[in-house]
């Protein structure tokens, strides 16, 4: 349950950094809006999650789905570099978020 809401808040980080775009440096009421709300969500489910998983854990993964999710809209959205190397370290990030998740165990 736990893993799922960090993905969730992961999620959320990707919506604040994408949307720290939209709000032209928080000079659009809406989109700063909008930005605003999904930092306090992301940290808020962060918090909630470092209660029960490992803090340096939860963190890497969280930073990393933020990187991931952002890298690839950035792509997509705002029409930033596609170059194999660029994909390519993307994936290592991938890989290291999923070697986290399958190598961490819990605390009791």
């Given amino acids: 349950m736990y893993w799922f809401i960090l993905f969730i808040a992961g999620l959320f980080e990707i919506a ?4 720290l775009k939209y709000s032209d ?3 659009k009421l809406w989109p700063s809006v909008f930005t605003a709300a999904s930092m306090i969500i992301s940290v808020s489910l962060l918090a909630l999650v470092v ?10 993964i969280w930073t ?3 990187a991931v999710g952002t890298a690839i809209l ?3 959205l705002f029409n930033e570099s596609k170059e194999f ?8 990030i991938v890989v290291g978020i999923v070697g986290l998740k399958l190598f961490t ?3 009791v």
Avoid at 16 to 19: D, E, I, S
Avoid at 85 to 92: C, E, G, N, T, W
């Fill in 16 to 19: 604040w950094a994408v949307g």
């Fill in 25 to 27: 440096g928080f000079s």
């Fill in 51 to 60: 209660k029960h998983l490992p803090v340096g854990t939860a963190y890497a």
């Fill in 64 to 66: 990393g789905i933020g």
């Fill in 74 to 76: 950035g792509i997509i």
């Fill in 85 to 92: 190397i660029r994909i390519f370290f993307i994936f290592l």
């Fill in 105 to 107: 165990t819990e605390p």
